[in-house]
């Protein structure tokens, strides 16, 4: 019999989950897997709960939640050789999406019994783990005043609403934006609006860039320099289709970094989100990567 931890968000999607996850494991136990079940009860307990374990040496670590769950779990298995398996339950599950491991938990169960991985890099971010991006400016300040009853009736649809009001009264403030490129050499820039992507998905199954790649030491890093709500508004509008045609609107630049800090020259501090949460205010310090972790993957 083999051993695990299924670490979950009791209301992860905006439902009840513990009967849900209770029946998952039991069906894991028929097929040769314990399962310890652990529920979170607020923010950063997944990664206290993990490390909590981690002296039993669990052959794998599974996850039921939004990406934010998971990475928490991944900045307690960073550098180990323990395996992640992520059940998808939240309201855009990003990872799940980038690495094709489903869309509920029960479609990606298959993944308890897989013995092939992918690496996953974990990276620092506004005093947290992210596993997908960090944005400064309005993607960050849908994240942050999104109303959490739009985000749990509609979902995705609920930060279209909430991004619809930001793009009126959006102010493209100053941002300088310095830090390592892929070299190591020192850059300096100014942006308007600032995104940094370790996944090439993006809200979903948007690709905010092809040219990010999760198993490396590098962030794709995506400034948006000009100041017309046009040019904002073609940004997000070709983002949705997966082709990346928006790095191509007027006033946006990429290139990959090994780190970078975003301050806020507008004389007042702007919003900050990590994969897709709110994480206070500028100035963030993003990076150097901090460690890899093996994600469970369909054999």
């Given at each position: 019999m ?7 968000n ?14 998952l ?9 314990e399962l ?13 709960l ?9 052959d ?23 395996p ?37 890099t974990t990276?620092p971010?506004?005093g947290?783990?992210?596993?997908i991006?960090t ?13 959490p009853?739009l ?16 793009w ?11 830090g ?14 600032v ?12 690709v ?60 007042y ?13 500028t100035p963030?310090d993003?990076?150097?990567?901090a460690?890899?972790v ?6």
């Amino acid at each position: 019999m083999r051993r695990g931890l299924l670490v979950y968000n009791p209301a992860a999607g905006g439902r009840d989950r513990t009967a849900q996850m209770a029946a998952l494991a039991e069906r894991a136990r028929t097929r040769g897997l314990e399962l310890s079940l652990l529920a979170t009860e607020g923010p950063r307990h997944a990664t206290a709960l993990v490390r909590g374990h981690l002296a039993g040496k669990p052959d794998l670590v599974a996850v039921a939640g939004g990406d934010g769950t998971v990475a928490e779990a991944a900045e307690a298995l960073a550098g180990s050789e323990i395996p992640l398996a992520i059940l998808p339950a939240g309201t855009t599950n990003v990872v799940a999406r980038e690495y094709g491991l489903g869309a509920t938990p029960e479609e990606a169960e298959a993944l308890l019994a897989s013995t092939v991985t992918r690496t996953l890099t974990t990276w620092p971010s506004a005093g947290r783990t992210s596993l997908i991006c960090t944005g400064v400016g309005f993607d960050a300040r849908v994240m942050s005043n999104v109303n959490p009853t739009l985000k749990r009736i509609f979902g995705r649809a609920g930060f279209s609403i909430t991004a619809t009001l930001e793009w009126y009264r959006y102010e493209f403030p100053p941002i300088e934006v310095t830090g390592l490129d892929a070299d190591g050499r020192p850059f300096e820039r100014r942006a308007t609006f600032v995104l940094s992507a370790n996944t090439r998905r993006y809200g979903g199954d948007a690709v905010l860039s092809p040219f990010a790649d999760p198993d490396d030491d590098l962030l794709d890093l995506v400034l948006f320099t000009s100041e017309d709500r046009g040019d904002l508004f073609q940004f997000y509008r070709l983002l949705p289709d997966g082709r990346a045609r928006q790095l191509g609107v007027r006033g946006v630049e990429r290139f990959p970094v090994r780190s970078f800090t975003a301050r806020s020259l507008a004389g007042y501090e702007l919003e900050v989100q990590v994969d897709g949460d709110g994480a206070g205010t500028t100035p963030v310090d993003v990076g150097p990567a901090a460690g890899r972790v093996a994600i469970l993957v369909p054999e």
